[in-house]
């Protein structure tokens, strides 16, 4: 079975472009998650879908984030614009029902912003 | 509000026993652990839930104490391959999950031969 599929796998770009970042869940899933990770501040949860409807995105850190979920299949994470403190490995994690049940995680995108 | 995890590193030798701590200011639903290795994503380990229940990893064990609001990761007989950062995540929502978790900073374990 596939797992979490994220891309690309790594990014670098140039402040003030828009970078998009692609997660295809499990299928059967209903619950997507994306998560950014930094030395500072850890794993954060930025934004949580449940059956394709944003249920949480108070961890959206500013108005240049934006995620969509178009279908059960597939979402982004869109920024627009980027800048340097963006940089960080963000990840992708899907769930499938109960929220006692694991999370899991893609492979990461590994985002640079020079 | 954020988690936290005691020790923030530690290195043991194999064979050796850790405890890694994780506590909450707010009434916890569940307590999620999870391992990472460097470069890698988390993978998950157990699920300790409101009441008792715990599902996961059949070498690892933990605990939680709902009055405490706290709960610790029992590694025991430790092997080169449980080297990694341990992330507990908490699900906040009391009488009910919210269903996301929020991620305490990590507790980096080095495992040497």
């Known amino acids: 079975d596939a797992g979490v599929i994220q891309s690309p796998r790594h990014e670098v770009t140039e402040m003030g472009q828009e970078v998009t970042l692609r997660c295809k869940p499990i299928?059967?899933?209903?619950?997507l998650f994306w998560y950014r990770q930094t030395m500072m501040r850890g794993l954060e949860l930025l934004i949580y879908?449940?059956?394709?409807?944003?249920?949480?995105d108070s961890g959206m850190p500013e108005d240049r984030f934006s995620a969509k979920m178009p279908n059960a299949s597939f979402s982004t994470l869109k920024i627009q614009p980027s800048e340097p403190r963006d940089s960080a490995v963000y990840f992708c994690?899907?769930?499938?029902?109960?929220?006692?049940?694991?999370?899991?995680f893609g492979p990461g995108t590994r985002l640079t912003v020079l | 509000q954020q988690p936290v995890q005691s020790p923030q590193a530690v290195i043991l030798r194999e064979g050796e026993d850790a405890v890694i701590n994780c506590s909450s200011s707010?009434?916890?639903?569940?307590v999620h652990w999870y391992r990472q290795k460097h470069g890698e994503a988390p993978v998950f380990l157990m699920i300790?839930?409101?009441?008792?229940e715990q599902k996961g990893h059949d070498k690892i064990s933990a605990s939680f104490n709902e009055k405490k609001q706290q709960s610790s990761l029992y590694l025991t007989a430790s092997q080169l391959s449980y080297s990694g950062t341990y992330f507990c995540?908490?699900?906040?929502?009391?009488?009910?999950?919210?269903?996301?978790?929020?991620f305490g900073k990590g507790t980096k374990l080095s495992v040497k031969p």
């Open positions: 994690a899907s769930r499938l029902g109960r929220p006692d049940n694991e999370q899991f």
């Open positions: 299928s059967g899933h209903n619950s």
């Open positions: 879908f449940n059956n394709n409807v944003p249920i949480d």
């Open positions: 707010k009434a916890l639903y569940s």
């Open positions: 300790l839930l409101k009441g008792g």
């Open positions: 995540g908490t699900d906040y929502h009391y009488g009910g999950s919210q269903g996301n978790l929020i």
